[in-house]
């Protein structure tokens, strides 16, 4: 029996169509898994997909009419869970594939969940403060009948952070007229949101670079880092590097990056960035992020955006290990051409499921009304990162498959066997 993505290899080859490539990489883990051909049907877009049009009064007076998107990709778990993207690039597409990321997200991490993504298309950077309140509010009141605590929840992603969560979350608790805060994560604090849940992804890649450096039988003291981006993630896991006792040798952001073969002052660094993650403008002595990845390093982890590591670059890469705290940044050519030389690649899928499990945190927390300690999160998210980390490993040496493909076998087996015993398939 085999299971036939619906893309041609050229497509796969470049990445050039998330949800193609998603797919691609979804057959290949249910044929592996032997499961029916149905499974595929089912699990290769989402059970529902709802678009929304609405309108919001800017600041001018003027009504501008935006589109969002809801994706729940699939229910056999539990209910879906995934973060709303705000940005001008946001399409069905993509909406829909980051909801099957965040499914495989959750199987790997054995959440009870199944995955969701939402998103609106606008430009938050050209919006007053009052024009994102009232465009976070409306959204939540158009897709109000479809989300909820136990039916799909959401949490932040691109562009979005605690402040939209707080709005969206009064807005639902005006609709509903019951307090929930388990409706949504990564709310502040006050209203609910979990210790741990800002470092939480930066935490999560951090455990695996340590799994990771652990199976090459070293440790992260004196070992080279290189962090591509500098925003909340990629700046994060560098301060945590530095207060590792590795060497931080290279970081970049969108302008450019720096390299030092002695180590970089990360503090530093830190104080300097702006609230964008950009600090490179500062420096007159850089280098391209595209020569970045290249240069001297034993851990290289891309932590701005997609399609970095390709098959132009893949061959070059100097680290032995490379850990994806970004969605996408390498292609499937370049994860084979990685495999092939040996290279330890840790998915995003695994690698950055930090975010999501404690997110899941949250949410236990809000409905047993008992919050957690610092400390309590950290040892329930290192347990969680490091089960994970050992079930994709296994099922690379199990399947004799590359750690990408094995991070979708054990993200998909949960949610298709749940699927089966529903008599879905
Ligand atoms: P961010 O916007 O805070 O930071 C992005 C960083 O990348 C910035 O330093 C920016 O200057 C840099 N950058 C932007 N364009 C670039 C380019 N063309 N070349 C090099 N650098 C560039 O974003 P973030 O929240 O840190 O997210 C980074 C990645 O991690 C994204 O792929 C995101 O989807 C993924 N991720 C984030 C979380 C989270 O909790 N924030 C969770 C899971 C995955």
């Not at 290769?44 to 600041?59: I, S």
């Not at 399409?91 to 995955?115: Q, R, V």
């Not at 300097?272 to 002595?285: A, E, H, M, Y």
């Amino acid at each position: 029996m085999s299971i036939q993505g619906p893309v041609s290899e050229q497509a796969v080859a470049e990445n050039v169509d998330v949800l193609s490539s998603t797919q691609a990489v979804v057959a290949e883990a249910l044929q592996r898994l032997g499961m029916p051909e149905g499974m595929y049907e089912l699990l290769k877009e989402p059970l529902r997909v709802l678009t929304v049009r609405f309108p919001v009064r800017m600041d001018d007076g003027s009504v501008q009419v935006f589109t969002g998107y809801r994706a729940q990709h699939n229910d056999a778990v539990g209910p879906t869970k995934g973060g709303i993207r705000l940005h001008p690039d946001v399409t069905e597409d993509e909406i829909k594939a980051l909801s099957i990321w965040m499914s495989i997200k959750c199987g790997i991490a054995n959440l009870p969940y199944g995955g969701g993504k939402g998103g609106i298309v606008c430009d938050p950077r050209q919006m007053s403060f009052a024009e994102i309140e009232r465009l976070s509010r409306a959204y939540v009141r158009a897709i109000s009948q479809i989300v909820g605590p136990t039916k799909d929840i959401p949490a932040p992603d691109v562009f979005s952070n605690s402040q939209n969560m707080a709005w969206m979350l009064d807005e639902y608790s005006h609709i509903r007229e019951f307090d929930s805060p388990g409706f949504i994560t990564g709310k502040p604090l006050v209203l609910g949101g979990s210790r741990g849940r800002e470092r939480a992804t930066a935490r999560g890649v951090m455990i695996c670079a340590e799994e990771a450096a652990r199976l090459r039988g070293r440790t992260l003291d004196g070992a080279r880092v290189i962090v591509q981006g500098f925003g909340n993630v990629g700046s994060y896991i560098a301060q945590a590097m530095f207060e590792t006792g590795a060497r931080v040798v290279g970081i970049s952001d969108a302008y450019g990056a720096l390299y030092d073969e002695a180590g970089l002052d990360i503090p530093d660094l830190l104080e300097r960035r702006d609230s964008f993650g950009t600090v490179t403008k500062l420096f007159k002595q850089t280098i391209t992020n595209k020569e970045l990845l290249e240069k001297p390093c034993d851990i290289l982890i891309p932590a701005a955006i997609e399609n970095q590591i390709t098959q132009d670059n893949a061959p070059r890469i100097s680290a032995d290990i490379v850990v994806e705290a970004a969605n996408g940044p390498t292609t499937l050519t370049a994860t084979k051409i990685l495999a092939d030389r040996g290279v330890l690649l840790v998915p995003d899928v695994l690698g950055n499921a930090g975010g999501v499990i404690v997110s899941y945190f949250e949410w236990v927390q809000n409905n047993q009304g008992l919050y957690w300690t610092d400390e309590e999160v950290d040892r329930r998210l290192v347990d969680s990162m490091r089960a994970s980390f050992t079930g994709v490993y296994e099922a690379a040496h199990h399947y004799g498959v590359d750690m990408r493909l094995a991070a979708y076998i054990v993200g998909v087996r949960r949610m298709a066997e749940s699927a089966k015993w529903r008599g879905w398939v």
